[in-house]
Every structure is written in structure tokens, then in C-alpha cells.
């Protein structure tokens, strides 16, 4: 019987289980998909929001003055990319100027550091393609960007090197309640455990729901579409730039990533289910022509691929943290805002739970004395100064043969990604881990052999290798 079992691989989940690997505890995460961030963490803006975004005091804003605080020194530990951009909000009618100046006087009110309204001139010289137009705006240095996906690899990575153990492919079907703990049932197994932490997202509900008489909820989910450019612009915008929020114009957002991609959006809609992950042409349409109100000097020639996100929320808002009333040993850590800003904080908050559950049920949980915190480094080939590639290479000459030419990723990151802990098993995981297949050619000369070393490296047959998920086989035998 495992201590805890936490349902769900999203950045909640994985944020969660490398807290608690820091005590002496079994962890078990169980997770639907064949990788891990394959939920709202893999398709969203990617923002580490400054605090001040909540109203004084809230949970929501604690949490995401920790969880801001937190990402320097936990990104560091585990050698995942983190840039702090800053963001600019700019405007120019007199109800922007009004909601501009709000925003700074509650930043200050807040405490944030290096906020100020800026002019226009200032404006230009911060991102001189944003359109005349715009003559104040509100900056703040706090605001930054990660991958969310090589973030969650990590944190899996980590809790999984410190002892926990991950199930992939495992959706939960139901969860029981038996004398001292729970059973989680899967398609293909039993799990055993004295505590459940549900992560599971969109389909939280359905796991609360299983369990709980009076305590049900819903979580409604919203789509929101992005488009990407090609890196060739990576350079145009700085910062985070974000139109004064409209009545009609929420959210818009230019976003530079830790990658080097532009990327543009959200429009937001209801989705008809949880699974509704398509883009639409009218959408994206009605996107370019927002985004181009910011600047028209955006290039959409080069723009490389569109996605939608889902985000998941309590039919009321509110966000669901902590244990159940009704079901004492179930945790819920559901309907989060900021989910990506937010987890560290929240991962410190369910432990905490955790150990006060531990001491009321059993007996206080010991510190992990082997808990470390930092992840084997990574090597990206082409970040190395030469000196540290001509070691690399003499080491490993895997690294000296590149095979995505467009991203410039070499063998030897690719082998590295398949066999560390959370290792990847399909070619999405490759792309997600390594940046191989993100592109101008997306996979068009190296996705054969990426497809070719995952078959080499797992000892499978190139007919076994998935896209992504279950049935998304890439060559023709098992169609
Ligand atoms: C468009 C958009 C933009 C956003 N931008 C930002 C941003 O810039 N900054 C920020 O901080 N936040 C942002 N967010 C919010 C953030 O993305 C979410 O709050 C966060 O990703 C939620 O993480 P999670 O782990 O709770 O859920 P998820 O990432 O959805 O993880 C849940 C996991 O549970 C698994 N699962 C579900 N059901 C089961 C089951 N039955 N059995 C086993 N596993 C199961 C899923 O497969 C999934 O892996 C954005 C959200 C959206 C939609």
C-alpha cells in the first residue's frame, strides 16, 4: 500500500509529488496519457504572473506571491529554462488609462517591485513594433516565462529519483474507500493507498464524484486558441505585451518564449467537451485580426502552427484545495487559477496538509536525509561554449550528430531524453523534451529518425512507436 497516490500528471501533480519525495513516504502518480503535462499544463500561455493580479490578501494572491518567488531557485535545482521578460500593459482611451492606473496603485499597494506607468516614448523603446497608437502602458519586471511541459518532466523527474513512482497509461476508473485507505482502480490494475491528492484537471470532479455523497462538484471547461510563429521573429517582441483588458478583448496577449517562439493569443470560447482540443479557422481568423490592432507589423506569413488550450473551472470559480469534509484522506487540488505560477505554492500547501493528516492518523513523517533537490544536468548541444562540446563529444559522439537540423538537436539529447526517469516513449515526448521536430520543417526530415532511435533505444519495432497517445501509431501496420 502506497503512503499517498497522487491522480493526475499536470504541473499540480508533479509539483506535489516532488514536495512530499523531501519525507520519508511511498508515492505512487497515476497518470491517463502516455506522458506526463499532457493536460491544461501542455497548452497555455506559459506566464509566471506577477502577484498583484488578485485581490489583496485572497488565497489566490498568496499563492501566487509564493509560487512567483519560488521559480528562480527551483528552475535552477532543475536545469529548466526560466526567463523573467517583464510585461508590458498598454493602452490608449481614457478607460484604459484609468484600469493602467489602477493596476499600478494595487501593484504598489501590493509591494511589487520595479512597477512604473510608462509613455509612449518609453513604450517605443521597450517594444518599438507595438503600434503609435499605444501612449501608456503599465510595466512590471516580475513577470516571467517557462515550458511548462520540460518544467513538469522535471519535477517528475526529480520526486521520481527521490523515490516516487510514476504509472503512465493508467486512467482511474473509480476510487474506493476500504478500512485504513482507498483503492484506485484503473483499466488494468489496483491501486492501494492511505492517502488520495486528486490533480486530475478537467476530470477532477469525475474522481471526487466517485467518492463523495454531498460534496460533488463540476468542472466546466473553456478553450482558448493560440498561434505560433516561427522562431525568425523570435526577436521582435521582449516582454509579454498585453492589450488593456475590453469588453470583448480579454486577454490578449504576444508572448515570447523560453523556446524563442512567438506566440499570440488566447480567444477564449465555451468548449462543448472536455476533450474539444480543435483550433478553429473562425477563431484564429478573429484572432489575427485582434492581435493585429497591437501592431501591424506582425508578420502571419510566418506563422507555423495553431493550438487550443482547456482550462477547467468550478462551475461557481472557486478554487478546491485541501481535505475533503466528507471524505477524510482525499485531497483535492482542483479548479486552481494561474495553475503553472501557482503550484510550487500550492505543492507546499498540500504537504503540509499531508503531514498534519499523517500525525492525526499514524505518526509525524520523517525528512527524506537523501532528498536532493537538483536534476542530472542537460546537455543542449548547441548552448555549449566549444570547449564544453569538444568534451561532450569526446565522452559521448552521439551528441555530434544532429538530427533535427531546423532546431539544430543532437543524438545524443535525444537518447538522453528516452532514458533518465519520466523518460520519453512516443515522438511528441522527444519534441516536448528536446525542442527536436519544433521547427519550420515540424518534423518533416527528422521525424523518421527520432522515430528510428525511440525504437532502437526502448527495443521496440518502429511499427510500435506512437505519436502521442494510445492508437496513434505512425507507421501504416497498426492503423
Ligand atoms: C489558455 C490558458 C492559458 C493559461 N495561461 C497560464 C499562464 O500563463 N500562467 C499560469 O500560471 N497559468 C496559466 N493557465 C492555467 C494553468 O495552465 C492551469 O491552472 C494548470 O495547467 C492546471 O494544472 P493541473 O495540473 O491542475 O491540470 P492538468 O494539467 O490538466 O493536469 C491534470 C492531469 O490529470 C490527468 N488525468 C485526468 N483524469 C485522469 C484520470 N481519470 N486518471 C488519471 N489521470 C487523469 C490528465 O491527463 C492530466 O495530465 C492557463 C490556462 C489556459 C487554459
Redesign the pocket.
Known sequence: MYDVAI???????AAIARELSKYQISIAI????SD??????????????EPFRQPKGSLNQKLLIRGNEIYDEMCRDLDVPFKRMGSITVGFDEEDREKIENMYNKAVENNASGVRIVNREEIAKLEPNIDEKFKFGFYSPNCGCVW?FQLVVALVENAMDNGAELFLN???KNVERIARGFKIITKDKFIYTKYVIN?????AD??NNSLAEYSKYTIVP?R?QFIVFNENIGTMFKHLVNRCPKEGDRGLNILPTVGGNIVMG?VFETAPDKEALGTSEDKIEILKKKMSRLSDKIPFDKVIRCFA????KEESGKVILGESEEVKGFIN??S????????PAIAEMISDIVKDIFERDYEPIKENPDFNPKRRRIYRFKELSDNEKEELLKRDPKYGRVICRCEMITEGEIVDAIHRNCGATTVKGIKNRTKALMGECQGGFCEPRILEILARELGKEMNDIQYDNRGSYILSDNI
Open positions: 491522480i493526475g500528471a499536470g504541473v499540480v501533480g497515476i497518470e491517463k496519457n506526463v503535462s499532457e493536460g491544461t499544463t501542455g497548452a497555455n500561455c506559459c506566464n509566471i504572473y511548462p493508467s486512467e482511474v490533480c486530475a484537471g478537467l476530470h469525475e474522481i473553456k482558448a488566447p488550450g482547456l482550462n477547467g487540488a482542483a486552481v487559477d494561474q495553475g503553472i505560477t501557482c503550484a
